[in-house]
Antibody, heavy 123, light 108 residues
Framework: QVTLKESGPVLVKPTETLTLTCTVSGFSFSNGRLSVSWIRQPPGKALEWLAHIFSNDEKFYSTSLKNRLTISKDTSKSQVVLTMTSMDPVDTATYYCARVSRNPEGGKYFDYWGQGILVTVSS | SYVLTQPPSLSVAPGQTARVTCGGY??????VHWYQQRPGQAPVLVVY???DRPSGIPERFSGSTSGNTATLTISRVEAGDEADYYCQVWDSASEHPEFGGGTNLTVL
């Protein structure tokens, strides 16, 4: 059974750094067809992709946020960590981690999602 | 603005057919995937690779593409289908996924 679960602070102050952890089970990071992304959703708004890490440790970031984001993985702990610096109230959102599957033609989609964690940025 | 364009809202009576569209140049040559997000819940994959359904998704959900437009069709709409629906394409050139702005489906 594949599961993903986000953990971290639910309240951060402006200018602080947010660190979120995604703990996964039911699949292996060593599977080249599987990888993990972070996605967020401000209240009442659409989904926004943030970052992605492949099994070979290759990383990709949202163009608009890349200067503030760092993604990493700890295979031994089955965890993917996202840090976001200089938090602002506009970063208030539900943050999701999701597993990415790749089809033989190279297309990728999010087949399993965590429950999400609502992070509020406020002083 | 979004690379993938979806109508913000759609209303359908129970038992009727809902068609949610998703348009954008990026669709041409790339697979389109669809997610259902009920209020307060995480998104759920309902169609992948344009027209395939994950295990457990009813046959009432189907997908198709034509040129730069993809369509999610929900047949015999039920009250439980009321949700936001998002399309998604993975841009293989940039390795960045793109989401549409979402369509809120209301069952009248």
């Amino acid at each position: 059974q594949v599961t993903l679960k986000e953990s971290g602070p639910v309240l951060v102050k402006p200018t602080e750094t947010l660190t979120l952890t995604c703990t996964v089970s039911g699949f292996s990071f060593s599977n080249g067809r599987l990888s993990v992304s972070w996605i967020r959703q401000p209240p009442g708004k659409a989904l926004e992709w943030l970052a992605h890490i492949f099994s070979n440790d290759e990383k990709f970031y949202s163009t608009s946020l890349k200067n503030r984001l760092t993604i990493s993985k700890d295979t031994s702990k089955s965890q993917v960590v996202l840090t976001m610096t200089s938090m602002d109230p506009v970063d208030t959102a539900t943050y999701y981690c999701a597993r990415v599957s790749r089809n033989p033609e190279g297309g990728k989609y999010f087949d399993y999602w965590g429950q999400g964690i609502l992070v509020t940025v406020s002083s | 603005s979004y690379v993938l364009t979806q109508p913000p809202s759609l209303s359908v009576a129970p038992g009727q057919t809902a068609r949610v569209t998703c348009g954008g140049y990026i669709i041409g040559g790339n697979s389109v995937h669809w997610y259902q997000q009920r209020p307060g819940q995480a998104p759920v994959l309902v169609v992948y690779d344009d027209s395939d359904r994950p295990s457990g998704i009813p046959e009432r959900f189907s997908g198709s593409t034509s040129g730069n437009t993809a369509t999610l069709t929900i047949s015999r709409v039920e009250a439980g289908d009321e949700a936001d629906y998002y399309c998604q394409v993975w841009d293989s050139a940039s390795e960045h996924p793109e989401f549409g702005g979402g369509t809120n489906l209301t069952v009248l």
